[in-house]
């Protein structure tokens, strides 16, 4: 970390550099005029480190935690029915990309009255309890991915029930691939009003090597972004 005429400028792994792969960078990319870098002062001095995320609508980078960042969405699925005998022994497969899959086989659920016992089972679940959130959706189940990026899967003879026919059902809505390290600290200009004018910058988003000390307001979400897209945190 230096200092260059009073302006703090944290480096990235300043003995081990990024790997510089054509994936690795997208240059002059947009960054949101409101994209904050919560942890320094002022908020409005974007650090190189700061993690941030793309929302697609707005073509733009904006705060690693905005609920417009792609990667807030959540795989979901709903049953086409009831739990009933045809789901006893049936298995829910969890995968999340680039780390791999989780199973689970459900227990005895005979009956509507079952619906609670059903929804017990899959969140008590050792396996799979922390990456699914299984709530009613009327008489039937929704399965709800509680990591962005999961990939939801029933096994063929159960998909029937969650209108999948012979085939697996799975939905992968959830991206893994929207989160960003900003390469270049960006000093705000304040222009009429106090309004903080669009930036250009340097992403960098898959092929690298960080010092996750030198990363800022680094969350969950992202991380497991970097895992898949090949960014290797030391």
Same mark, same amino acid.
């Given at each position: 970390?230096? +200092? ?7 480096? *990235? ?36 480190? +700061? ?5 697609? $609508?707005?073509?733009?980078?904006? /705060?690693? @935690? ?19 005998? /045809? ?52 008489? @039937? ?16 003879? *159960?998909?029937?029930?969650? $209108? ?11 991206? *893994? @691939? ?19 004018? /669009?930036?250009? !910058? ?18 969950? !979400?992202?991380? *497991?972004?970097?895992?898949? @897209? ?5």
């Amino acid at each position: 970390m230096s +200092l260059q005429g009073g302006q703090e400028s944290a480096s *990235l792994v300043e003995n081990e550099p990024f790997i510089d792969d054509r994936n690795a960078r997208v240059e002059g990319v947009s960054v949101d005029s409101t994209c904050v870098d919560s942890t320094n002062t002022p908020t409005t001095q974007l650090r190189r480190g +700061l993690v941030v995320g793309y929302d697609s $609508a707005g073509k733009n980078y904006v /705060d690693a @935690n905005d609920s417009l960042v792609d990667a807030h969405t959540y795989s979901s699925l709903t049953s086409a029915e009831a739990p009933d005998g /045809d789901w006893e022994g049936e298995t829910i497969l969890v995968t999340i990309p680039g780390q791999g899959s989780v199973t689970h086989t459900l227990g005895s659920h005979t009956t509507v009255t079952n619906l609670a016992s059903a929804i017990l089972d899959i969140n008590g679940s050792a396996a799979i309890g922390s990456l699914v959130q299984a709530s009613a959706s009327g008489a @039937n189940i929704l399965l709800t991915a509680i990591q962005p990026g999961v990939v939801l899967e029933i096994t063929p003879s *159960l998909a029937t029930a969650f $209108a999948g026919g012979a085939a697996v059902q799975s939905n992968s809505s959830g991206s *893994l @691939n929207k989160f960003g390290i900003l390469y270049d600290p960006i000093v705000s200009m304040l222009g009429f009003g106090g309004v903080v004018s /669009d930036k250009k !910058a340097s992403i960098v988003t898959a092929n690298a090597i960080v010092r996750e000390s030198d990363l800022f307001e680094l969350n969950s !979400a992202a991380r *497991l972004a970097f895992a898949a @897209n090949g960014i290797r945190l030391v």
